[in-house]
C-alpha cells in the first residue's frame, strides 16, 4: 500500500498545481491585456497623428509655393495641387482664395477637388471664425468637422494665410485644404493591428471630454464624430448604428468608462488638428467567455498530464543520471587530452639547454583543448621552432596539433632537413588524417630554423616579429607557404626566407588568438599594438618581453571572454 503514497501524492500535487495553473492563466491573461493596452493606445494615435501631420502639411507647403511664386498661373497652381490632391488620404479639395475684410468671404480663385465642387462644404461661420483667427494669429487654423453633402461623411478645413513675401504685413489670401474624417481614418487603419481594440473620435478637448463622460453630460453626444468597431472593422458615424452599451454616447449607462482607470486618463488620448484638440476614447474589447475556455484548457491540460507524472519523473531521473555520467566521462577524456597536449610541449629545462638562445614561451587554450601548436626541439646543433594554429578549438583542433607535433619530431628524427619536402610530408599526413575523420580542419604552420645566428624561416602563418637594437621588423609569411590540409599536393608553394640575427636580436612568434583578443565593446588587439609593446621592452629579456605582451594582452580583455587560444613564443640570441 505504501506503494501508491507517490502516486496519491503526485495526483493531489497535479490537481493543486492545474488549479494553480488555470488561476495564473486567468490573472495573466488580464495582466497581460492591462499592461499592452497603454502601449497599443499610443501606438494607435501616434499612426493617426503622424497621418494627420503629413496631411495637414498640404496647405503649409502650399502657402509657401505661393509666397515663393505670387505670379504662379492658375495651370501651374492646378499642376501642383493635383499631385497633393491624388496622394494624401482624405483630401478632398486644395484651393487658394482672396478674402473679403468686411466679411472675411472668401472668394476662391484655384481649386483642385477630387470629385465634384459640390463636395465642398458650405462656407459657415465655422468658417469666418477660422478665418480671421488664422489671420490674427497666422497660423494654420482649423474649422469643426460639417457634413459633406454627397459623401455621407464629415470634413474639416483648414486655413494657412498667405503673406507678401516681402512685406509679411500685406495679406495676399489663404490656402485651404478641405479633409474627410471618415476617408482619412479608413486609410491610416489599414497597416494597423487594432484587433479588440475600439475607439471613439470626438472634436473636442481631454479634459472637456473626460468631464462629459464622468458627468454624463451631452458634451461628449454633441462632439462626437466617429466609432471604430475592431470586430467588425467598422467605421461608423450614425449613432443609432452604435452598440447598446457605447458608452462614448451615454456615459451613465456605463460609469466607469474605462476598465483600467478609474480617472479615465488610461484610456483617453488626443489628437492634434492645426490649432484644434480632438480626443480619441480607446477601449479594450475582449470575451470572458474566451478567457474562462483558456482557463479551463489548462486545467484540464494539467490534469491530463498529472497522470504521467510518476513516470516522467522517473524517466527524467533516470535520463538525468545517465547524462551526468557521461558528462563526467567525456569531461575525463577532455581532461585526459588536454593533459595529454600539455605533456607534449617543450619543458622549460629542456629550453634553458639550447646553448646560445634565450627562449620564453606560453599557450592558453580557450576551450579544454586548444587548437594552438608549438614546439621547439633540437637536433645536434641546430634548432627547429614550429608553431601553427588549427581552424576552431576543442577536441578535434587539439588531435590535430598533437598529429603536427608527431609528424614534425618524426621528420626531425629521421633528419629530413629540407624545408619543402618537411612541410609537404606534413601536409599530406595531415591531410589524408582529416579525411579519414570527415572534417573540415586545416592549419597555419610556420616553421622556424636557427643554428649559428641565421634563422630560415618557412611555411604560412602569422607575421614573424623581427627584434633588433634599433627597433622592430615584421616578416610577412603569406608567401611563404599554404593552409596545411586544404589539398594533398601544395609541395609548389612552400619557400623559405633567411634572417640574420645579430647578438641580442630576436624573433616573436604568435597565433591570431593575441591580435585578435576583443575587449568589451569588440575592438581586436591588433598587431600594432603588439608591435608597439615589444618595441617598449625590447632591450629586455625574452621572458619580460613576453610578459609584457601578456600584461597588455589581459588588460586589453579586461573581464570579456576569450573566444581563442592564446600562443606566444619569444627567442633572443
Known amino acids: ?77 492646378e499642376q501642383f495641387s493635383r499631385t497633393f490632391v491624388t496622394r494624401y488620404p482624405g483630401l478632398v479639395e486644395l484651393g487658394w482664395a482672396t478674402i473679403a475684410p468686411e466679411t472675411n468671404n472668401i472668394s476662391h480663385l484655384y481649386s483642385v477637388s477630387e470629385n465634384a465642387s459640390d463636395d465642398r462644404p458650405r462656407q459657415t461661420d465655422g468658417d469666418r471664425r477660422a478665418i480671421t483667427k488664422a489671420i490674427r494669429s497666422s497660423i ?26 516681402t512685406d509679411r504685413e500685406s495679406l495676399r489670401g489663404v490656402v485651404y485644404g478641405v479633409y474627410r474624417v471618415q476617408y482619412w481614418l479608413k486609410i491610416s487603419l489599414g497597416a494597423l493591428n487594432l484587433e479588440s481594440l475600439d475607439f471613439y473620435l470626438y472634436g473636442m478637448p481631454i479634459d472637456q471630454l473626460d468631464s462629459s463622460l464622468k458627468k454624463g453630460t451631452v458634451g461628449a453626444q ?45 484610456c483617453i488620448r488626443t489628437l492634434s488638428v492645426a490649432d484644434r484638440e480632438w480626443s480619441l476614447l480607446v477601449l479594450p474589447r475582449y470575451s470572458r467567455a474566451t478567457i474562462i475556455w483558456r482557463v479551463g484548457t489548462i486545467t484540464v491540460i494539467g490534469l491530463l498530464f498529472t497522470a504521467l507524472l510518476v513516470s516522467f519523473l522517473r524517466s527524467s531521473v533516470r535520463h538525468h543520471l545517465a547524462t551526468e555520467a557521461l558528462n563526467r566521462r567525456l569531461s575525463a577524456e577532455l581532461q585526459v587530452s588536454r593533459q595529454l597536449q600539455q605533456m607534449l610541449l617543450p619543458t622549460e629545462s629542456e629550453l634553458k639547454q639550447i646553448s646560445g638562445l634565450e627562449i620564453a614561451t606560453y599557450m592558453e587554450p580557450a576551450d579544454e583543448v586548444g587548437g594552438d601548436y608549438y614546439d621547439v626541439l633540437v637536433r645536434d646543433s641546430a634548432v627547429k621552432i614550429g608553431i601553427g594554429d588549427v581552424t576552431g578549438h576543442g577536441l578535434e583542433s587539439g588531435v590535430l596539433a598533437i598529429m603536427v607535433q608527431t609528424a614534425v619530431r618524426t621528420l626531425l628524427e629521421n633528419n629530413e632537413t629540407d ?32 643554428q649559428e645566428g641565421i634563422v630560415k624561416l618557412s611555411g604560412q602563418h602569422e607575421e614573424a616579429i623581427v627584434i633588433r637594437a634599433n627597433g622592430i621588423e615584421r616578416v610577412d609569411t603569406i608567401d611563404l607557404g599554404f593552409p596545411i590540409g586544404l589539398d594533398t599536393d601544395i609541395a609548389q608553394f612552400f619557400q623559405k626566407q633567411r634572417i640574420l640575427l645579430d647578438p641580442g636580436d630576436g624573433v616573436v612568434l604568435y597565433t591570431d588568438g593575441i591580435t585578435e583578443a576583443e575587449d568589451a565593446s569588440g575592438k581586436f588587439y591588433g598587431i600594432d599594438r603588439l608591435c608597439a609593446t615589444i618595441d617598449r621592452c625590447r632591450h629586455k629579456s625574452a621572458q619580460e618581453i613576453l610578459q609584457a605582451v601578456i600584461d597588455d594582452v589581459r588588460q586589453h580583455i579586461g573581464r570579456h571572454k576569450v573566444y581563442d587560444d592564446i600562443t606566444l613564443l619569444v627567442l633572443k640570441r
Open 419 to 450: 624545408p619543402q619536402k618537411f612541410l609537404d610530408t606534413i601536409n599530406r599526413t595531415i591531410y589524408h588524417n582529416v579525411q579519414r575523420m570527415k572534417c573540415e580542419k586545416n592549419l597555419s604552420l610556420c616553421l622556424l630554423d636557427y
Open 140 to 165: 494654420a487654423v482649423a474649422t469643426p468637422p460639417v457634413p459633406l453633402t454627397s459623401h455621407g461623411d464629415l470634413a474639416f478645413t483648414v486655413y494657412h494665410p498667405v503673406y507678401d513675401s
Open 222 to 266: 454633441e462632439n462626437f464624430l466617429v466609432f471604430y468597431d475592431s470586430q467588425q472593422r467598422l467605421l461608423i458615424t450614425d449613432r443609432e448604428q452604435l452598440p447598446a452599451t457605447a458608452i462614448g454616447m451615454d456615459a451613465r449607462s456605463y460609469p466607469n468608462y474605462c476598465p483600467f482607470d478609474r480617472q479615465g486618463t488610461t
Open 1 to 77: 500500500m505504501d506503494s501508491y503514497i507517490p502516486v496519491c501524492l503526485s495526483a493531489i500535487a497535479g490537481v493543486v498545481l492545474s488549479i494553480l495553473a488555470g488561476t495564473i492563466v486567468w490573472q495573466s491573461e488580464s495582466d497581460r491585456i492591462e499592461e499592452q493596452f497603454p502601449e497599443r493606445a499610443d501606438s494607435l494615435v501616434l499612426a493617426l497623428q503622424n497621418s494627420l501631420d503629413e496631411s495637414l502639411q498640404v496647405t503649409r507647403a502650399t502657402g509657401t509655393l505661393l509666397e515663393a511664386a505670387p505670379a504662379l498661373p492658375r495651370e501651374g497652381f
